[in-house]
């Protein structure tokens, strides 16, 4: 009886992961740089979606400048997104990604 109820317990959260990991690719996060002259969206699965930058930020004489705001959104963005991913799971799992081997994560 008890290995049933582990087996039915592990399917509802398989299942629940499942929806989780769907839902992430329709979640949006925001990343910021250069006070927010450079924004990157990512989705939850840290998937960057879109890039925006202000005109006022583009120098034509510091393109160095404006590959590191970038970057910096970009990076923050996904970072965002593989935060919200972390917590959407972790609520599923009560904590147990680690045990788990990452699953779904």
Do not use: F, W
Request: aromatic share 0%; hydrophobic share 40%.
């Amino acid at each position: 009886m008890k290995m049933n109820n582990i087996m039915k317990q592990a399917q509802k959260m398989q299942a629940q992961m499942e929806r989780v990991q769907a839902s992430l690719a329709d979640d949006r996060v925001e990343g910021n740089s250069g006070g927010g002259m450079v924004t990157a969206t990512a989705n939850g699965h840290g998937e960057i979606l879109s890039l925006k930058i202000t005109p006022e930020v583009v120098d034509p004489e510091d393109i160095e400048m404006l590959e590191d705001l970038v970057l910096a959104a970009v990076n923050d963005a996904a970072r965002k997104g593989q935060e919200l991913a972390k917590k959407k799971m972790g609520q599923i799992t009560g904590g147990l990604g680690g045990a788990l081997g990452g699953l779904g994560l």
